[in-house]
């Protein structure tokens, strides 16, 4: 059984970025994902110049599946409405249906609360959109524990959310109790594992900070052991992502979603490190 790969970027704030977004993209094709999804954030710059103008380059330009991010909780219902005909007009029937991150100044609208309430609202209107949720492997921050966690995603699945993608984590026993979970309460679409690999001190410090994802033994030795080393983290780093794919995919995982955060060379080197074991014979020319 293969493992489908897909890769996540984020649509960057400067020209630079962009540039080098859009170089990294031409990368990401060579290595023939199944799909690459587009965040979006909350901040002033509207989902148009940002997510839809990366999706529409990934699908119209470089011909690779595309998902687009949507937060639920900043689009009104006519908002909404427009965007999914804007993704329609371009070809793009995939979304990523977030509640999104609640900003202190900024109030949330009231049309969408949850993101399950955004899968209702595009299954109705636009019944041929193939809709993918967040979940959350550790229980969302937010859910008081993991019977109501699991109570709350099977509501996503049966409103119409047909694949999941996990937020990162890098104990994959987490991941397969969660898994577990999902079986016994009959959540039965794909769950792709959410894997992002830490290859500087900076991005490993933003993390332990900014998220209560658990941090195994091994792991923090890499962090503790390769702090003042920036190559050796780095090499570290991706060795520790590639144990974990090579792990998930030996338990048959329905597939790896890497979050590049724009780097081109990090995901090449897991690529080429984990596309047989991913695909055996299927892409590994």
Do not use: W
């Amino acid at each position: 059984m293969s493992s489908t790969l897909s890769f996540e970027v984020f649509p960057p704030n400067t020209q630079i970025g962009s540039e080098k977004l859009f170089k990294t993209l031409k990368e990401l094709q060579l290595m023939q994902p199944d799909f690459i999804s587009v965040t979006c954030s909350n901040n002033r710059q509207t989902i148009e110049e940002t997510t839809l103008k990366v999706a529409n380059y990934i699908h119209k330009e470089l011909n690779v599946p595309t998902i687009a991010h949507l937060p639920a909780a900043y689009l009104s219902q006519a908002q909404l409405a427009e965007l999914v005909t804007q993704l329609d007009q371009i070809g793009i029937d995939q979304i990523l249906a977030l509640r999104g991150d609640i900003l202190p100044d900024l109030p949330p609208k009231q049309d969408f609360t949850y993101a399950s309430d955004l899968i209702d609202y595009v299954k109705k209107e636009a019944p041929h959109f193939h809709i993918s949720g967040a979940c959350y492997p550790e229980t969302h921050p937010e859910s008081q524990n993991r019977v109501e966690d699991i109570k709350n995603l099977k509501h996503k699945v049966s409103v119409g959310c047909e694949q999941l993608i996990t937020q990162l984590f890098f104990d994959n026993e987490l991941f397969y109790h969660f898994q577990e979970s999902c079986y016994l309460a009959d959540i039965k679409v794909p769950i792709l594992a959410g894997i992002m690999p830490i290859v500087n001190r900076n991005q490993a410090l933003r993390l332990i900070k900014t998220t209560n994802t658990k941090l195994p033994r091994k792991f923090l030795a890499i962090l503790e052991k390769y702090e003042h080393d920036p190559i050796a983290l780095r090499e570290a780093g991706l060795a520790y992502a590639i144990d974990q794919i090579v792990d998930l995919t030996t338990q048959d995982v329905s597939g790896i979603h890497l979050y590049t955060m724009n780097n081109a060379e990090v995901a090449k080197h897991i690529y080429h490190n984990t596309k047989n074991v991913l695909h055996g014979d299927i892409k590994a020319g």
